[in-house]
T-cell receptor, first 115, second 110 residues
Framework: DGGITQSPKYLFRKEGQNVTLSCEQNLNHDAMYWYRQDPGQGLRLIYYSQIVNDFQKGDIAEGYSVSREKKESFPLTVTSAQKNPTAFYLC??????????????FGEGSRLTVL | GENVEQHPSTLSVQEGDSAVIKCTYS??????FPWYKQELGKRPQLIID?????GEKKDQRIAVTLNKTAKHFSLHITETQPEDSAVYFC?????????FGKGTHLIIQP
């Protein structure tokens, strides 16, 4: 079954802790993305990667970090520097090499709650 | 950067009626305009998209129109059905980026 898998689905974190959200795809897509979704705010781009070992900041990258060591994987770390980390996080991939080049395929999301 | 405004934030229509959601954008360089549907608790999925060299595109009950001069584009859903209930997001951009609107919650009344 091809697609994007995010884990965990729900995550609770204490203030001051870093957490890493996993994103794996088996669609053979070059580009991968992380979006943050807040109620009434739409989708905002955190980071994206067009190719292995390369990534670019999106609109709200502060307090987040990513890596792209494998084509299939694009983990997101929410660091303690992120001031308001409670949100729904969506990973996506695309055939094209840029956010606006074609269809985005989304994972089911990870909901992070900071206690 | 690009700024996308989406209206209305909530839209309630009777089953069988039409629904229209409108978006405006600010960057005249934007050339790609997708629409995503997100059902409750599910992932966003592309339902239709249009590029700047086309003024209108239709897929069964769904259509999108684009007015590049006025910098606005709209989603039209005809003969609405209960399964159309969802949040719809418009977006505008190109190779350098994609900016989403804040979403429209479409409610289909029986």
């Amino acid at each position: 079954d091809g697609g994007i898998t995010q884990s965990p689905k729900y995550l609770f974190r204490k203030e001051g802790q870093n957490v890493t959200l996993s994103c794996e795809q088996n669609l053979n897509h070059d580009a991968m993305y992380w979006y943050r979704q807040d109620p009434g705010q739409g989708l905002r781009l955190i980071y994206y990667s067009q190719i292995v070992n390369d990534f670019q900041k999106g609109d709200i990258a502060e307090g987040y970090s990513v890596s792209r060591e494998k084509k299939e994987s694009f983990p997101l770390t929410v660091t303690s520097a992120q001031k308001n980390p409670t949100a729904f996080y969506l990973c996506a991939s695309s055939r094209g090499q840029g956010p606006g080049t074609g269809e985005l395929f989304f994972g089911e999301g990870s909901r992070l709650t900071v206690l | 950067g690009e700024n996308v405004e989406q209206h209305p934030s909530t839209l309630s229509v009777q089953e069988g009626d039409s629904a229209v959601i409108k978006c405006t954008y600010s960057d005249s360089a934007s050339n790609y305009f997708p629409w995503y549907k997100q059902e409750l608790g599910k992932r966003p999925q592309l339902i239709i998209d249009i590029r700047s060299n086309v003024g209108e595109k239709k897929d069964q009950r769904i259509a999108v129109t684009l007015n590049k001069t006025a910098k606005h584009f709209s989603l039209h859903i005809t003969e609405t059905q209960p399964e159309d209930s969802a949040v719809y997001f418009c977006a505008a951009g190109g190779a350098d980026g994609l900016t989403f609107g804040k979403g429209t919650h479409l409610i289909i009344q029986p």
